[in-house]
């Protein structure tokens, strides 16, 4: 059994009954919220990158397919690559200024953050 099974099932052990079906807790499902209501923040980052610069932005809530296609927007118009991974979109390069404007320009609220 792999690992992510494992903790899908935390706290069964074993029983012994022969019918016994875990009951697995349904997840809440997250709804993305209007770009309004989003608050999200452009970094950049060189830490652990080979001194490369990257553009970050968190702050995202709702769906990982609405992120994706978020990030898909960005990349194509800062014509650069990047990916989107762990709630945030990472930017090859350091495109905070060109980034923001794009956000700002489709309604989310969006700031800089760090130095």
Avoid: H, W
């Amino acid at each position: 059994m792999s690992k992510k099974n494992k903790r899908k099932r935390d706290g069964i052990v074993f029983s012994s009954n022969p019918d016994f079906e875990y009951n697995y807790e349904n997840k809440i499902k997250v709804s993305t919220l209007p770009p309004n209501k989003q608050d999200l923040r452009v970094t950049l980052d060189k830490k652990a990158r080979g001194g490369k610069k990257v553009t970050i932005v968190t702050g995202f809530i709702g769906k990982e397919s609405d992120l994706k296609i978020l990030g898909k927007d960005l990349k194509v118009k800062c014509g650069v690559g990047g990916t989107v991974k762990d709630g945030e979109i990472i930017l090859q390069g350091d495109f905070r200024d060109k980034a923001l404007g794009i956000l700002l320009d489709q309604g989310y609220k969006a700031k800089k953050s760090g130095g």
